[in-house]
């Protein structure tokens, strides 16, 4: 009976990506499951739809420079929170948190507004904003956690050897975040990559990122291709974090604990 | 007269409004080894880091080798720190946690690798230099950071409780290590401990703090002789302290009213009050009645082998802590009459308390 309970979660956990995996190699036009035969078409469709392309470039670059910005300002702040007065520190720490509770819907028509009182919609600026607004509580939290477990008289050693404020950071406190910092830009590629709601607001046919085109492209046609897309997508995200736990040392922090 | 090489020179440190180190001086001569002993509290540590520049002073300058460094960081200040959790660095090597401040230098390369390779040796770590500091025991990790303070050649040795994580042997062994090498390259030294053992055992000169202040300066054998106040003589060593009043320069009168004859201590006049202080090994068991003999009850035995510790209560509720050497000359059990001996050359006077405390 428990047995059965658990297949049963386990077959609810996992359905949707088995079942757009295996609509994607459907050889139809038609969003049928089970699938009817075998067939790449709507792979090649995605990688030759034009929209496709531009929405990856789109989705690279967005991603790209919102991580590059929100990597800084995310350590430094888990740096002031973790070193700062406590009451200040909570203060701000909800700041920086909000976006995990402020609803996309409602974010999203925010930097709407604002982008369009900028006139900046056209270009991709107020997207890597709210990008960055949306990826900093993952960054905030996993960079928190390694600054709190930092035994903060590693820094005064250095400074008693010689060491500058800015070298003791180099040479003593960066490393020892290290594991933290990549856990932490492996959840802002993610969540970045993914990111939907948000987007949809901002985006224009030239600017949006793949989640918004592929939704687009769902409103116009129900064919396999996006099935082909998401697949890809589950692949790619899957790729990430293997080679990230296997490779930079995280510690464990996603697949399996040491 | 020795060079002064550290001077504090009214020191005070706020830490929102409790006073950690209140209006010190100190001066600390070239070659050296000083320690701040002192109960959790009592501002040695916060005074270590005001020397270290790890903190500023809220009032008050701090000199050495005569330039004043008040306003100087800590990376400026060159001096030497070990810390009490050794503060290695987890991610790099025996090597270079050795080489870091060397580097931070910019000192060359074969400059880098002689040095390193010395001060490996004067540690006895020669073998280890590849290891992680994890990977090594706690005595090792305390040798490493003695190691890293020391190779770039610092005008000051700071040390923080450096043997306040290793247990008891590793500790007596590494105190004597810690010593020789202090005397061999004669670096001028602060030692920062609560352990009275260790201030005594090291120190050319022992500073007792207390409430921010230093409540006596002097050698150890001074400080545990002659503690200047009922809290030295109290924190270092055990005694019994002794209220009474002077009938005479050389005669007390205690609370009870025994009278003893006290030789050796100034300034007593007919009249005034005074507290007496005398160590438990100085009292001795007496077989007949004589001067400055007392007759008192056994309230407590504790058998320590080498001395056994008594309480004996004497006239006026007054008990007096007494060790008697082993083998004992009876056998002692609560409730047991004795006679006791105070020597009258065994006695502390000691100075009035400093009002406000």
Known sequence: MLRLAVLALLAFMTLPTVVVVAVSFNPTAILSFPPTGLS????????????????????????????????????????????????AASLWATVLLSPLVVPGVAAGLGFLIVGAALGLLRSRSVLIAAHVALVLPFVVRSAWVSVRNLDPTLERAAASLGATPWRAFRRVTLPLLRPGLLAALLFAVIVSLNEFVVSLFISTRLTEILPVAMFTYVVNYTDPTIAALSTLFIVGTFLIVWLADRFLDLGGVFLHHR | MARAVVELAGCTRDYGGIRAVAGLDLVVYEGELLSLLGPSGCGKTTTLNLIAGFVPPTAGRVRIDGQDVTDRPAHQRGLGVVFQSYALFPHLSVWENVAFG??????????????????????????????????????MQQRVALARALVYEPRVLLLDEPLAALDKKLREEMRGELREIQRSIGITTIFVTHDQAEALGLSDRIAVMRGGRIEQLDAPREIYERPATRFVAEFIGASTVLRGRATAPDRVALAGGEALRVLGVNGLRAGEAVELAIRPERIRLAREMGENALDGRVTGVVYQGVQTELTVEIGGGQRLLVFVAEPAPAALAPGQAVRLHLPADAFIRLGPEEAGR
Do not use: C, K
């Not at chain 2, 400059?111 to 990977?135: F, K, S, Y």
């Open chain 2, 102 to 139: 060397l580097r931070e230098r910019r000192t060359p390369r074969a400059e880098i690798e002689r040095r390193v390779r010395a001060a490996l040796a004067l540690v006895r770590l020669d073998t280890r230099a590849e290891h992680r500091p994890a990977q090594l025991s706690g005595g």
């Open chain 1, 40 to 87: 790449l078409r709507w792979y090649v469709n995605v990688v030759t739809y034009p929209q496709f392309q531009r929405a990856a470039w789109n989705s690279l670059l967005v991603t790209a420079g919102a991580v590059a910005l929100a990597m800084p300002i995310g350590t430094a702040a888990a740096l002031g929170l973790a070193r700062g007065r406590p009451r």
